[in-house]
């Protein structure tokens, strides 16, 4: 079975295994569309791999032979990049990677089976991984072996049937609102302040912010587009429309410059989001403000802000671009003055009322 995938070059090319063996194919283009339709040309004209004449169906094995774990993994890789943010390639790198050292990368793909995944789960579960990081683990290795299945390689997930660990829930970190004026005071004046402001006013997440531009700001509509371009790309890669309100709207207001990024060092430069981020770290510590915020805590500052004030889960899921709604769960607890209004609307005295009568 032949894939499509995308090299470092940006070149599409066709991967496929034959007698055991990888073979590259280059579609000598970077256009996706043109790319896609030159693969299934390709697929239909059923054109032998190494000679470019007809081949005969059953020349054509059924399952890819003898194809290592660690060929498997090179594979998913170079899809993953293709198709996935920076951030989880470097979570599929670094899962898979483990995985290939635990089993050993020449181990067949096609016999790894149940049980070296329920080892491979208690070695991870030893006490100093967090269940929720080893569930984590474990969800990226299903998704590795699903596309294994899809591309024909083995025939069954051997994930399948794996139990996650139990764990509890917790609240995820945020900024009370007398913390937030605290951190707001201590970096006043600083390029660090906006950004913090526009974070809990978007709930943007720090990627799309240090890569959003004027050109998705639409301020007489009051909208930003989050999206991906060239060099960027989005959690789910899917766009979506943020409104921009009143508050928000004075602060972009405010600023002179509106050319190229919303938020660019002085020479025009991007910042990088580990600078953002170690500059954050460094205000929470100088405020002796809870060590276990990050970043990313501001977003989470904005969904709290949310709920609390009475905003459905749905339209928070839609806000923060959460591509399911178990995602937006983590904040069901603080709408308790909404459930207050619901139980207000439950009475007894009626009911007693029409008992004695």
Same mark, same amino acid.
């Given at each position: 079975?032949?894939?499509?995938? #995308? ?14 063996? $990888? ?14 339709? $030159?693969?299934? *040309?390709?697929?239909?004209? !059923? ?24 060929? =498997? ?29 635990? +089993? ?25 991984l967090s269940p929720h990081t080893v569930n984590y683990d474990?969800?990226?290795?299903? =998704? ?19 139990? $996650? ?23 006043? !004046? ?32 009051? &909208? ?13 890669? &899917? ?7 009143? *508050?928000?709207?004075?602060? +972009?207001?405010?600023?002179?410059? #509106? ?8 020479? !025009? ?13 460094? =205000? ?18 904005? !969904? ?41 609307? +439950? ?9 004695? =009568?």
């Open positions: 079975m032949a894939t499509l995938i #995308k090299n470092p070059a940006g070149i599409y090319q066709i991967v496929f295994y034959e007698r055991g063996k $990888r073979i590259w194919r280059s579609l000598s283009t970077r256009d996706r569309n043109i790319a896609n339709k $030159r693969f299934l *040309e390709y697929e239909k004209a !059923g054109i032998s791999r190494t000679n470019g004449t007809p081949s005969k169906p059953e020349e054509r094995p059924q399952k890819p032979p003898d194809i290592t774990l660690q060929q =498997a993994i090179d594979e998913y890789l170079s899809y993953a990049r293709a198709n996935f943010s920076v951030n989880t390639c470097r979570d599929y790198v670094s899962i898979t990677k483990s995985i290939s050292k635990f +089993l050993g990368p020449d181990i067949p793909v096609c016999e790894v089976t149940i049980r070296d995944i329920e080892r491979y789960k208690a070695s991870k579960n030893n006490g100093k474990l969800r990226c290795i299903k =998704a590795f072996f699903n596309l294994l299945v899809q591309w024909n390689m083995i025939e069954k997930n051997p994930c399948k049937g794996i139990k $996650r660990l139990r764990t509890d829930d917790t609240i995820r970190p945020y900024l009370q609102r007398e913390e937030l004026q605290k951190l707001l005071a201590y970096t006043a !004046g600083s390029v660090l302040q906006p950004i913090i402001v526009f974070a809990v006013l978007t709930g943007l997440r720090l990627g799309e912010i240090v890569n959003l531009t004027w050109d998705d700001i639409m301020l007489e509509k009051r &909208k930003i587009i989050v999206r991906s371009n060239g060099g960027f790309r989005t959690k789910t890669g &899917k766009m979506r429309t943020l409104p921009i309100n009143s *508050e928000l709207y004075r602060l +972009l207001t405010d600023m002179r410059d #509106k050319t190229g990024l919303l938020f660019k060092q002085e020479n !025009g430069e991007p910042y990088r989001g580990e600078f953002i981020s170690k500059q954050f770290k460094k =205000a929470v510590r100088e405020c002796k403000l809870n060590p276990k915020l990050h970043f990313h805590s501001l977003r989470h500052t904005f !969904g709290s802000y949310l709920v609390e004030q009475g905003v459905s889960l749905f339209h928070v899921q839609q806000l923060m671009g959460h591509s399911s709604p178990y995602v937006t769960q983590i904040y069901a607890h603080l709408g308790s003055a909404e459930l207050m209004s619901s139980v207000e609307k +439950l009475r007894t005295d009626p009911l007693i009322g029409e008992t004695g =009568a």
